[in-house]
């Protein structure tokens, strides 16, 4: 009887016990906010967009769209299970509105590796391009008008002074490499890479 007891006060502990909480979202806002910037020139999107976009589980995508919501960023669609990006949401995202046809921003990209290419057979370059990733709403195919493409672009310097790509002399000179690079391009978008943006949908440039 006592067993029995016993057995039952367990049961009911894991009845009643706390669930878990989620783990916390280890997505970067400015990943969500990459995909908001490409919903400019669509009426409304689906979680599934998102999760696909990012490469993240539904779940995952569901916690962010219930936090950009919370924001003000975005909200539900009359449609069931679609969402529109509110204007807040295209200010913060840095969202314009497309103009350029998607296959200038494709020949811009092209120009851009060619580029990639000769900067990395410059010896006497102070940087060397480890890495370039473009994204943006050019990826989607069925947009015939996009905005300008964004390019994370990853810098080593050349030699052995690694370490001053991060103190301020070295990051403005980065820019200044990045600014360089780009030319003046106005289908181009470049910056500083950060690992989000290869886990998101991209196009590798190297």
């Known amino acids: 009887m006592a067993k029995k007891q016993a057995r039952a006060r367990s049961v009911a502990q894991k009845e009643t016990a706390p669930a878990r909480p989620p783990a916390p979202l280890s997505i970067p806002a400015e990943a969500a906010l ?8 669509a009426v409304t999107w689906t979680v599934l967009e998102l999760a696909n976009t990012l490469n993240i589980k539904r779940t995952d995508a569901e916690r962010v769209i219930a936090l950009l919501q919370a924001q003000g960023y975005v909200q539900a669609a009359e449609a069931n299970g679609e969402w529109i990006t509110t204007p807040s949401g295209e ?26 290419k000769e ?23 069925n947009r015939a008008r996009v905005q300008a493409a964004d390019v994370g672009v990853q810098l080593a310097r050349r030699g052995d002074r690694g370490s001053d790509l991060h103190s301020a002399s070295g990051a403005r000179e980065e820019l200044s490499f990045l600014r360089q690079l780009r030319g003046r391009s106005a289908l181009l978008v470049l910056r500083p890479y950060v690992d989000w943006m290869k886990n998101r949908s991209n196009l590798n440039l190297l």
Do not use: H, Q, Y
Request: net charge positive; aromatic share 8%; no cysteine.
């Open 34 to 41: 990459s995909f908001l910037k490409a919903t400019k020139g």
């Open 91 to 116: 200010t913060v995202s840095g969202a314009k509105a497309p103009r350029f046809d998607r296959e200038s921003v494709e020949r811009a990209l092209g120009s851009l590796r060619e580029r990639i």
């Open 119 to 141: 900067a990395n057979r410059d010896a006497k370059s102070t940087f060397k391009i480890s890495g370039a990733v473009a994204f943006g709403d050019f990826l989607v195919k």
